[in-house]
């Protein structure tokens, strides 16, 4: 009686280190996971950032390029200007 409640114990002891080890390997992965998914979205956030800053640069130019027109034009009698200012 006492081998097996020895073995049982063993049994017992066994089971609880496996699923301690498998929980182990499975908050390690977790973490892991969180760290990738973390690198994602500040890469995101980048491409995001620089995408938005291209999109400014690009209205700046366009609003310059504008000007740049309704300048040109204004020398011109009015129907000329009405027109390249509705082209501008």
Same mark, same amino acid.
């Given at each position: 009686?006492?081998?097996?409640?020895?073995?049982?114990?063993?049994?017992?002891?066994?089971?609880?280190?496996?699923?301690?080890?498998?929980?182990?390997?499975?908050?390690?992965?977790?973490?892991?996971?969180?760290?990738?998914?973390?690198?994602? %979205?500040? !890469?995101?956030?980048?491409? *995001? @950032?620089? #995408?938005?800053?291209?999109?400014?640069? $690009?209205? %700046?130019? !366009?609003?310059?390029?504008? *000007? @740049?027109? #309704?300048?040109?034009?204004?020398?011109? $009698?009015?129907?000329?200007?009405?027109?390249?200012?509705? @082209?501008?």
């Amino acid at each position: 009686m006492v081998v097996a409640a020895f073995i049982f114990g063993l049994v017992v002891v066994a089971f609880s280190l496996f699923f301690l080890l498998l929980y182990v390997k499975s908050h390690k992965s977790m973490r892991e996971n969180h760290s990738a998914l973390v690198r994602q %979205r500040e !890469y995101q956030s980048k491409l *995001q @950032a620089d #995408l938005q800053a291209r999109m400014d640069m $690009d209205a %700046r130019k !366009y609003d310059e390029a504008r *000007q @740049a027109l #309704l300048k040109q034009a204004g020398g011109s $009698d009015d129907a000329k200007r009405r027109n390249i200012g509705h @082209a501008a």
